[in-house]
């Protein structure tokens, strides 16, 4: 467990640091609720930080700050903004960092100037311009609310055909997401993409999927079964952990052709599982 917390510290940090010491040498201008730093390198803007409100739901990010284009979305810039539904990306952001985007809980849309070149929305879902990789779902896309803050629905999702990547952390806490859907053009789930997808119950995984990151299905705590398919070719550290609920997962390729990383089966906060599980690969089960 300790060696568990060192290390989501220094993940934390690893995302956070460059960011802080970026910050500290470039001093930080604002614009309403918006702090940006200026790149000296691109003599462009970066947005740096957004201070949520009580009363904001949207937030426009400018083409320009001070006749210079804004160019690019700084880690953690726009996260835990609770109030936000929707986020307006300009059309000369061409960089967004890893957690640049994260954890808004009512979060509904993020839609792309149509003269952007590097992103594109579909559905209010932001992907690379050429849909090939999907890089933040909204927490709220499709969810309602109750006046107190409740849930009311359960969302169903289905990756668009022609994506092949599930980006980052890009499902974050989309704990309304009850299934979800990836079409066969989907190799690549990267680390941490469906992390903490507490509600995630189903999940129906296309035949082209070659590789699952580390830590991509951590906290999916009530997921119950998933079948991956023969294309399965690599299988990150903690791959599943903490996702507690599981009772099989079968895999369509032999175990041998498969790279698994370390403690990659579901474990209950790194502990066995209190229940009995096993995992049918095609030439052999393991039962625990």
Not at 45 to 52: G, N
Not at 206 to 232: Q, V
Request: proline share 5%; hydrophobic share 40%.
């Amino acid at each position: 467990m300790k060696k568990r917390i060192r290390r989501a510290i220094g993940l934390f940090l690893a995302a956070a640091l460059p960011a802080a010491l970026f910050c500290a040498c470039a001093p930080r201008e604002k614009q309403g609720q918006m702090e940006f730093v200026l790149d000296k390198n691109t003599d462009t803007y970066v947005l740096v930080y957004y201070t949520d409100t009580s009363t904001a739901v949207e937030l426009v990010i400018p083409d320009t700050f001070k006749g210079k284009s804004v160019t690019k979305i700084g880690k953690l810039a726009i996260n835990s903004a609770d109030t936000l539904e929707r986020i307006v990306v300009g059309a000369n952001v061409t960089a967004i960092e890893p957690w640049g985007i994260t954890k808004n809980l009512h979060l509904k849309e993020i839609t792309v100037h149509p003269d952007n070149p590097g992103f594109c929305d579909i559905n209010g879902v932001l992907f690379t311009k050429d849909q090939a990789k999907l890089l933040v779902y909204p927490n709220a896309n499709q969810a309602v609310y109750a006046k107190d803050g409740r849930l009311e629905n359960t969302v169903e999702y289905t990756v668009p055909d022609g994506t092949e990547i599930i980006g980052h952390c890009s499902f974050y806490h989309c704990y309304a997401v009850e299934k979800l859907t990836l079409p066969g053009s989907v190799t690549e789930i990267e680390e941490r993409a469906f992390h903490k997808m507490t509600g995630l119950a189903e999940i129906d995984v296309g035949e082209g999927l070659a590789k699952i990151g580390e830590d991509a299905f951590l906290g999916c705590e009530a997921l119950k079964e998933i079948d991956l398919p023969a294309a399965l070719r690599e299988i990150g550290d903690n791959a599943f952990y903490n996702a507690r609920a599981i009772e099989v997962i079968r895999i369509a390729a032999p175990e041998a052709s498969v790279t698994q990383g370390e403690k990659w089966r579901p474990s209950s906060a790194g502990s066995k599982l209190g229940h009995p599980w096993r995992i049918e690969w095609a030439d052999k089960t393991e039962i625990y």
